[in-house]
């Protein structure tokens, strides 16, 4: 019933820039929360940043300050800026929502994944 779309990754250089967009659509009745996780081969899952309709944000320790996380409350999309990007931050990126649907459930969505590769 819902369905997560995210996009915007690809191939750049060190200290390079890359945008991702995440749409959420379907039976929406609201968003709690919109965020990016990552995984990097041979490793865990964990949180890149995210952003809860209290306007609260949080960032991983590791991409403060170069990283934004905003969100388009009116399409329900969230996009994550990343600049200065490293070698370490090459990963499949993972949009994530906090979603209640028009059957009054509430559950995580989350997105196919895109991949980001960080190389010279």
């Keep these: 019933q819902v369905q997560l779309v995210d996009s915007g990754g690809g191939l750049v250089q060190p200290g390079g820039s890359l945008r991702l967009s995440c749409a959420a ?5 609201s968003i ?19 952003s809860t309709s209290g306007n609260r944000i949080n960032y991983a320790d590791s991409v403060k300050g170069r990283f934004t996380i905003s969100r388009d409350n ?9 600049n ?8 499949v990126y993972y949009c994530n929502a906090d979603i209640e ?19 010279s």
């Design 84 to 91: 200065s990007l490293k070698a370490e931050d090459t990963a």
């Design 74 to 82: 009116a399409k329900n999309t969230v996009y994550l800026q990343m």
């Design 101 to 119: 649907t028009t059957l009054r459930r509430r559950e995580d969505y989350w997105g196919q994944g895109t991949q980001v590769t960080v190389s």
């Design 25 to 29: 659509s379907g039976s929406i009745v």
């Design 32 to 50: 709690y929360a919109m965020g990016w996780y990552r995984q990097a081969p041979g490793k865990q899952r964990e949180l890149v940043a995210r």
